[in-house]
Structure formats: C-alpha cells, structure tokens
C-alpha cells in the first residue's frame, strides 16, 4: 500500500510544464456543452420513437440518458479532482487499476470513441451545409468508390471533402492555442444552445399543434408502430425471441436498451473536460463543476427539445420523419419550406462547435499517453503555443482516414464506416464508464489517505446504480446489436498486443 501511495505522490507531483492554465468554469461548462451537443438531438428522435413507439417512450429514453449521464458527471467530479492532469479518464483508469487499463482507454478512444464521434459529427455538418449548397451532395464523387475486398471500399465525395475539409480547419486552428480554441467554443456553443432554446420555444410555445398534442398525450403510453427488434446474430434466433416495445416487461426493456444506442450517443462526451485539466486554472474545482453543471445543462435542454417535438409533429410524423430530420420537420410545420433552411444554418453552427471542443480535448488524451511511453514520443511535446499540436495532426489525420473508409452493402450500394461507430462507441463507452465509476471504489480501498476536495454524490449508492444500468444496457446491445457491439469489444481487447509492445519498447528504450 505505501508503494502505491508513494508511486500516486510521484505521478501527480510530476509537473506539466508548458501547459497555459487559461480555462476558467465558465469556459469549460462550455466545453462540456458544446461537446455534447451535436447533431445527434435533431435526428435520433426519429429512431427512438420506432424503437419504444409512443410519446412516453421517445420522453422516457431522454430522461433514462438523463439520469446516467448526470450521475456518472457527479461520480467523475470525485476523479477529477483526485486527478487534476491532463488526460482525464486515461488517468483515473491508470491510477485506478494498471497501466494496462489506462492504455485501453486511450487506444479505443483514439481508434473509435474520440475520433469516431468527430467523423460522425463533420459528415453531419457536410451533410446540413447542402441544404444550402445542393453540390455539397453525397454522389458528387471526387474519386469513385474504390472496393477494398467484399465488405469495405474507399472513396471521395464532395460531401466527405468538405467534412475532411471541416477537420483540417479546426485541427489547425486549435494548434494556435488554447486560448482561440476556448473563444471558438464559447462562441459557438452560445449560439447552438441559443438556437436549441429557440427550437424549444418554437415547439411549445409558438408552433404548437393542437392535434399532434391530442394525439401524443391521450395516447402517452400507447405503443404504436413499434418496430420489431431482431437478435443481432442467427445463432441467437433459436435463443431469444423478436420482440418489440408491446412485448411485455422484456420487449419494453429491450426497447429502451436498444434506444439509449441513439441518446447515450448524443449526450456523450460530457467527459473531454478531464482530459484538459492540465490547461483549467483551478482543476480540483473547476472540473466537477464544469462536468456537473455542462451535463444538467444539455440533459435539460435536450428533454425540453423531445417536448417540443411532441408539441408539434404526432408521434407517427416523428417516427417518419424524411432522412429521420425530426427538427426539421419540426420547424417545416412551423415555417414552411423555410424551416428547413434555418434547422440547417442551426445544425452547421452546431457541428462546428462540438467538433471544437472533441477535437481540442481529444488530443490530450494522446499526449497524455506518450509522456508515459505508450505512445508516438512526438505526440508528447507540447508547440510554441502551449498545446499537443502532433497529438492533434496525428488525430486529424485519423479522422480523415475514417471519414474515407465505406462499407459495402449486400444490394451494391454503398454506406459510411462512421454511421456504424455510432453503435461500436456507444458500447465502448460504456465498458469504459463503468469501470472508471467502479474505479472510485477501487481508489477509496487502497487510497484512503488521498486528498478529495470533491466526494462522488450519492456515494455509494448512485455509482453502483450507473454500473448496474450500465451492464444492463451492454447486455441487451450484445443480444440484439450483436454485430455491432462486439467491433466494438474486439477493438478494445486488440489493444492488449499493442499495449505489451509499447510497453517493451518502452522498456528498451
């Protein structure tokens, strides 16, 4: 035990010099807000609604999300503050466990949870941006598909140019330092949630829809249209049946299981304020208050959001929405044709802001990695400006590699290798979040002695509540999004070959 606490006190007493500690609670609430609020909150509604199928469900998802992601931002407070460096949650793993654990992290949130997210996000703002400028468009090819074996391709559209093109801006412009990354976040996390605002105000107050209120409420818990819910391999057909939302207690927990893939993914990332720490001006603080404060924040506005589409669509319009663009349809029954163009001016600003803030915090996580060997040395050094900039090229270039790679489908056509990390992060996420929240037990055993100038809320009833829902929403996505929850298993567990040979590097060097 004492070679633990002596090995903590040497870890954390290791200076980060270079760093400029200029992110005060205001700003990074706004980190923690503009990351989670992306595109996710006008589109995912749609998928929800056909999943549980009735107004109660598309609400209850939210409020389900709601309650695990504040819980687990008030769990993380207890880490943050014990752990106040840069890297955030590869840190708590670290400490918590082993090495080992830490490097899985940051191998899976590079590969998949960090970078993944980001491509998903720049292809929703290249895809909102041709709402204004029709040639930005998914079929304009640059360089036609390009088949890599029978199940992948790929290819350069006009669409994923201007997202790559998205990348490139932003990367380069959080090189500058954190200073104008923190400005470009205020900024545009103002102006999304100001636009999220409107949309709630429009919804509920100014373009409510007297028979879609009738419709949604007289019927709140009647399941309607609900999609069926297949296992997600043949071999557990014979097992476990098709069910859906009117399938009893087990469809209905099915149901919302499958649904938290879409919420769970837009309210996530609530944690990249941690991975900045070295860089907040009174991290102990400051960082479970941003966590705290940006999740209630996101969470209250995105129930409000899911009100408003009640208020105005009936549920059946909300499940069918054209390209599942619930918002807009939303702001067409408002404003006409004209909805459209301002649901897209929305959603760009959107985007922009929460790849902002991924992309700043991100690469934190990579330097963080490198400075204890387990990385590319040079991601470990810090420009003339203070900030990771090889950590956020070395990113950059992997988000656009992503945003290239296609998937072949059986008809011929093709689809996008992000649109599956929707399902591979979310799952990843989770294994990932209920071992760090597990962690906060692990560390009150073997560091009793350690300074905490925050404790976990609810202790220790509400983090063994996140772990539980946790494993429960991993268990259904294992049944019944088999085929893309295990990727998302294998690329984490991939990362123990790569971790035992950066560690013999490490120890040859």
């Not at 989670?36 to 749609?46: E, K, Q, R, T």
């Not at 557990?236 to 209905?252: D, H, Q, Y």
């Not at 499940?319 to 599942?324: E, H, K, T, Y």
């Not at 399902?423 to 009150?444: C, M, P």
């Amino acid at each position: 035990m004492a070679d633990l606490e002596s090995h903590a006190a040497q870890t954390m007493n290791r200076e980060e010099s270079g760093f400029i500690r200029a992110i005060g609670l205001f700003d990074g609430t706004m980190i923690v807000v503009g990351s989670m609020i992306g595109s996710g909150i006008f589109i995912v509604a749609a998928d929800i609604a056909r999943q549980t199928g009735s107004a109660a469900g598309v609400l209850f998802a939210w409020i389900i999300t709601g309650l695990l992601t504040i819980s687990a931002a008030l769990s993380y407070g207890e880490l943050a503050a014990l752990f106040p460096r840069a890297g955030g949650q590869y840190i708590y793993l670290r400490e918590a466990y082993s090495p080992l654990w830490g490097f899985l992290y940051g191998w899976t949130l590079f590969l998949v949870i960090q970078t993944g997210t980001i491509a998903a996000v720049a292809i929703g703002f290249a895809r909102y941006l041709g709402v204004l400028f029709p040639a930005i468009s998914p079929q304009a090819w640059i360089i036609h598909p390009i088949n890599l074996g029978s199940k992948y391709a790929i290819s350069l559209s006009v669409q994923q140019f201007v997202g790559i093109l998205m990348i490139v801006l932003i990367t380069f412009l959080n090189t500058l330092g954190v200073q104008l990354g923190k400005w470009i976040q205020n900024i545009f996390t103002s102006a999304k949630a100001l636009s999220l605002v409107g949309l709630i105000v429009l919804g509920i107050f100014v373009g409510r829809n007297h028979a879609a209120i009738a419709d949604n409420f007289s019927h709140f818990w009647t399941v309607r249209n609900a999609q069926p819910i297949e296992p997600g391999a043949n071999f557990l057909r014979g097992l476990i049946p098709t069910v859906t939302a009117a399938s009893g207690f087990f469809g209905l927990f099915v149901a919302f299981g499958v649904a938290q893939v879409g919420s769970l993914f837009s309210a996530d990332a609530w944690n990249n304020i941690g991975f900045t720490a070295a860089e907040v001006k009174n991290p102990k603080r400051d960082v479970a208050l941003s966590m705290a404060f940006g999740t209630i924040i996101v969470i209250t506005l995105y129930c409000l959001a899911n009100l408003a589409y009640l208020f105005a669509l009936p549920l059946a319009q909300i499940q069918n929405a054209p390209d599942d663009r619930v918002a807009t349809a939303a702001l067409n029954a408002i404003f006409g044709p004209a909805g459209a163009v301002i649901m897209a001016i929305a959603i760009i600003i959107s985007t922009f802001g929460c790849n902002n803030g991924l992309i700043l915090a991100g690469s934190r996580v990579a330097y963080a990695m490198a400075k204890d060997g387990l990385f590319f040395r040079a991601t470990g050094k810090l420009n003339s400006r203070g900030v990771p900039g090889v950590a956020l090229v070395y990113q950059g270039i992997w988000i656009a590699i992503l945003l290239l790679l296609r998937t072949r489908k059986p008809d011929g056509t093709y689809g996008n290798l992000y649109s599956d990390l929707l399902d591979y992060v979310v799952f990843s996420v989770l294994i990932f979040y209920a071992l760090t929240i597990a962690g906060i037990f692990v560390l009150r055993k073997n560091r009793r002695q350690a300074e905490r100038p925050y404790r976990a809320f609810g202790y220790p009833f509400l983090p063994a509540l996140y772990i539980v829902a946790a494993l429960a929403i991993m268990f259904v996505l294992l049944l019944y999004k088999t085929q893309t929850a295990w990727p998302g298993l294998v690329i984490v567990l991939l990362g123990v070959p790569v971790y035992w040979l950066w560690s013999r590097k490490k120890s040859a060097a």
